[in-house]
């Protein structure tokens, strides 16, 4: 059966244009500016102009921060109960004008009313309503954290209405004001949000919007008075946000691109399965950051999933937008259209199959036919690089761990789907892939309860659920950190044997590497003065070259990872009791190191937080929604992987243990560097490491300069997070510029030191949360 079309009517979308003038200002402090020097906005399904938008300035984005500054007080003075009723009138208010908002959003961008109507809208409102009730509880369930002050976001042009949801619904809750700024291809919807925002009572300067393309971006990325970042877009300018904001002091959350693997396993439901890929890869055009563009199915069933999956793509509507029986819409500008094309083209250079239903293009506009590519090697341009656009690569696989391995055999962690009969295969492979959100037997499926964001690439951050929420949050026990101490290295004089050795006999403490001493590769020693100035012992000066194998022997050591949490729990315990029992001697050397009258406190504090964190290790629990489809979504609460730890010069025991503690409790594999300065008794705790049962590998100890030693960790493709706590504001911010590269996460401490004796800024789910990330495996059940 053929149905006819179905146009969607575009009187009253085109009728709010009219009213406008079909040209938009800024909106800062809910004034509209006089439009300045415009840009078209163009519906990409037939090239037609549909209006004009104005190109924002340095000046602008100062106007819009100032405003939003000076909205702050207020809108934080509202309370949780004021805030929550003007997001709720929001979420009203969306809904109300729910149709005209999804014929806007296809009019601007192309994608399928089916979309705009059933999905995105029902999301953005869901989103307000969801954050109205973050609002209403802050209080009680945040009493900890304040909002972090004025926060810039930038947003892409695939979802230009759901991102500016997900991203101003939790920064409003949280007590902030915006400056925001919607993708130059997409800022209608945007614009008409701006209406709602005063309808809706939200004060002047609470929201400002700010039109216009990357300049406008990169000045809300450099400006001084803005205090937190949040960007949705391309992993390429994610990197430079992050170089961009290094040392500034800004928090900063990215949410970037994907290359998302499809697991089909041979006793799935197939057509189920064809039905997830057609949501997964075909929805929105393939325009979706966690798009499932990587099918890997299992060999056994490779030709009759292809042979399905293929059939389905010759029954893919494609053509008007505005059509409501059509499948795929058109793509957002012909500058996406070429880079698809290039990437089609070259698999076909490299002899791949290409596939393509006979679908007849529309003439004018963009468009690209639902493609699927076999044949590609793993490493072929499809296979790795983000295509953006209705193209699925697919590969096959023997086994569940070659298919683990296949799908995480690339950059990005963003999402991943499994689809099997059999749940506990299901659940074995969702906690080994590397993606912050694994859908079971389901496709695209999100939720506000459910936080959103990317492993290793893709970026760091969360959007939705209660993770989402400290995004746009302080801990409060932050604002009360003093400076760091100043610590003086001693001058290097040069002595022999270590003073009060009882035998004279020489002992400098080597390297710890994979749970043994290794001399350091550059055969260099450095002296250790205690606080008198006298010699006390070396150290070996640890290289790059230490600290690669030092990596090395922690990514062997995964058996941290997987060993169970009691277990870690245990061996936190056990080095706890090694300490306390050379108690007197660690203090002994805290104190010649040091001069410090506290060093026996200092050790009682280290075994403390080691407790402490043993404590955390099995409690860290993740979380179980319910969001709304017939199923669970669990959010577990993830190590990171190796995190290098640059360490406090200051209480150098208990600031190494108050770090590495918490790294290893949740399963993490760290590399250490102790305190520059005063690095023995990190060497010390060789021997108590050696007699606690913990393996070798999972604590590396790389001894030499903070500086240099740093510089490495955070240069270093194979770590996943670097921490720096040395109060050298400079180091902190290179860590953070070369963290770039990779996209790695970062804790530093930049100029301010930590109280390290109190749980509050040294302890606590703030620390843990640095040491994890959040996963959330949708899980749907039923027949
Ligand atoms: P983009 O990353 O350049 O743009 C995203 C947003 O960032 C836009 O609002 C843009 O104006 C702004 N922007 C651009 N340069 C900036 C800068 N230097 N500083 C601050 N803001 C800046 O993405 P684009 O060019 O629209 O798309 C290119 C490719 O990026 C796509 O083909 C796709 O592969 C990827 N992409 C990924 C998205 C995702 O959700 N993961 C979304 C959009 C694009």
Request: glycine share 10%.
């Amino acid at each position: 059966m053929e149905y006819g079309p179905a146009p969607e009517s575009t009187k009253e979308a085109q009728a709010w244009l009219e009213q406008r003038g079909r040209q938009f200002g800024l909106f800062i402090n809910n004034e509209w500016s006089e439009a300045g020097e415009l840009f078209a906005s163009i519906n990409p399904a037939n090239g037609a102009k549909l209006a004009d938008l104005t190109q924002g300035s340095a000046e602008d984005v100062d106007r819009a921060v100032a405003a939003a500054r000076a909205a702050q007080p207020g809108w934080q003075a509202l309370g949780g109960h004021g805030r929550a009723k003007v997001l709720y009138a929001i979420a009203r208010l969306m809904q109300k004008h729910a149709r005209l908002f999804a014929v806007l959003e296809t009019l601007d961008n192309g994608k399928t009313i089916r979309e705009t109507r059933d999905v995105d809208l029902p999301l953005v409102a869901r989103h307000f309503y969801y954050h109205a009730g973050w609002a209403q509880l802050q209080a009680e369930e945040f009493s900890d954290y304040r909002a972090v002050g004025v926060v810039g976001q930038i947003v892409p042009w695939n979802f230009p209405l759901l991102m500016l949801a997900w991203k101003i619904a939790p920064a409003l809750a949280a007590g902030n004001t915006v400056v925001f700024k919607p993708a130059e291809f997409t800022s209608l919807t945007a614009m008409l949000f701006a209406d709602i925002c005063v309808q809706a009572g939200v004060p002047a300067g609470v929201v400002n919007i700010v039109t216009g393309d990357g300049r406008v971006g990169e000045a809300i990325v450099k400006h001084a008075g803005i205090d937190k970042l949040a960007f949705t877009g391309s992993t390429e300018v994610g990197r430079l946000i992050r170089e961009a904001t290094a040392g500034s002091g800004k928090k900063l959350s990215l949410e970037l691109g994907g290359k998302s693997p499809f697991v089909v396993f041979e006793d799935a439901d197939l057509d189920a399965a064809v039905e997830g890929l057609v949501d997964s890869i075909w929805f929105n055009q393939g325009q979706v950051c966690c798009a499932g563009s990587r099918l890997l199915v299992q060999e056994s069933i490779q030709e009759k999933f292809l042979g399905k999956l293929r059939a389905r793509m010759d029954k893919l509507t494609l053509g008007s937008p505005l059509d409501k029986s059509m499948d795929i819409g058109a793509l957002v500008d012909p500058v996406q259209k070429q880079r698809i094309e290039g990437l089609v083209q070259s698999a076909r250079d490299e002899g791949c199959s290409v596939y393509q239903p006979a679908c007849e293009l529309p003439a004018d506009g963009s468009w690209f036919p639902p493609t699927l590519i076999t044949g590609a090697s793993t490493s072929a341009a499809v296979a790795q690089a983000e295509i953006f656009g209705p193209v699925l690569v697919a590969m096959s696989f023997r086994t569940p761990p070659e298919a683990v391995q296949l799908a995480n055999n690339t950059v990005y962690g963003l999402a991943a789907c499994v689809w099997t009969e059999n749940i506990s295969l299901a659940l074995d492979v969702a906690p080994q892939i590397k993606a912050g959100v694994v859908w079971i037997n389901t496709a695209n499926q999100f939720d506000a309860a459910c936080g959103f964001g990317g492993y290793r690439e893709s970026g760091y951050g969360r959007e939705g659920g209660r993770e989402g929420m400290y995004e746009y949050m302080t801990a409060l026990a932050e604002d009360a950190r003093p400076a760091a101490p100043v610590v003086e290295p001693k001058a290097k004089a040069r002595g022999g044997v270590p003073a009060g050795s009882p035998f004279g006999i020489d002992r400098t403490a080597k390297l710890y590497i994979g749970g043994k001493q290794a001399r350091p590769d550059g055969a260099y020693s450095r002296a250790i003065h205690g606080a008198d100035g006298a010699f006390i012992a070396e150290v070996g000066e640890g290289n790059r070259k230490d600290i690669r194998n030092a990596v090395e022997a922690a990514h062997k050591a995964s058996g941290w990872t997987k060993a169970t949490a009691h277990n870690r729990a245990q061996v936190l315990y056990y080095i706890a009791e090694n300490l306390a029992a050379r108690g007197e001697e660690f203090a002994a050397r805290i104190a010649a190191m040091t001069g410090s009258k506290n060093a026996e406190k200092e050790v009682q504090a280290s075994v403390e937080r080691l407790f402490y964190y043993a404590a955390w290790a099995d409690k860290y629990d993740g979380l179980a929604h319910q969001p709304p489809m017939h199923g669970i979504t669990v959010a577990l609460n993830e190590p990171l992987g190796v995190i290098g730890i640059v360490c406090p010069n200051e209480a150098p025991l208990l600031g190494f243990i108050s770090l590495v503690a918490p790294a290893i409790a949740l399963g993490n594999r760290v590399v250490v560097v102790p305190s520059e300065t005063h690095p023995l008794s990190a060497t010390d705790l060789y021997q108590v490491f050696d007699t606690s049962d913990l393996p070798g590998g999972v604590v590396n100890i790389v001894t030499g300069s903070a500086d240099e030693l740093a510089r490495t960790l955070a240069s270093h493709a194979d770590i996943d997070a670097v921490w720096r706590h040395d109060g050298s504001a400079e180091g902190c911010a290179e860590v953070e510029r070369l963290s770039a590269a990779s996209l790695k996460r970062t804790w530093v401490g930049g100029a301010k030191g930590r109280d390290w004796y109190s749980t509050a800024q040294s302890g606590g789910r703030a620390v843990l949360a640095h040491a994890s990330q959040v996963k959330n495996i949708w899980i749907p059940y039923g027949v």
